[in-house]
């Protein structure tokens, strides 16, 4: 549920979802759950309407968290970087947005820096925005250039 709230809409598959869920796990961790049963409490109606997880393919083999499943409470360190570890292109531009939002400007950095690099250049405009509002003018500066000069190219 927190790789959607930061900003991940693409359907993950069972093991990038087993990865993310311990960021939430206490230190130390319980006792360790069978995965299986898990799996299946999390896939099974809850209250004969909804479920946690609901498939994303025919095949069972992506999914995402339903949609009503969010909360106020701040994403742990883990959830972003498994956002980021986990993202399509288009989902760390949202990433991105998202982690502004939050104040987090080194999620910001990370989702949009790569994305400025390979000449996306809504990432270099909001790179450089980012980076200014840091104090970091110089580079600031380099990224909007750069997108002048994606714009100007076509």
Known sequence: MGL???????PLTREQLHT????YLPHPPPLPEETDQAWAWATRPRSGQAVLLVPADHEGRRWRAFDYLTTQDPLPEAVWRTALDMATDQDRFTIGVTAYRAGRADITGAAWRSLAEQ????AMVNLGISLGKAGRVQEAEHWRQRAREMEGAE
């Open 4 to 10: 959607a709230q930061a900003g991940v809409s693409s």
């Open 20 to 23: 993310a869920h311990t960021a």
């Open 119 to 122: 000449d996306h250049t809504n």
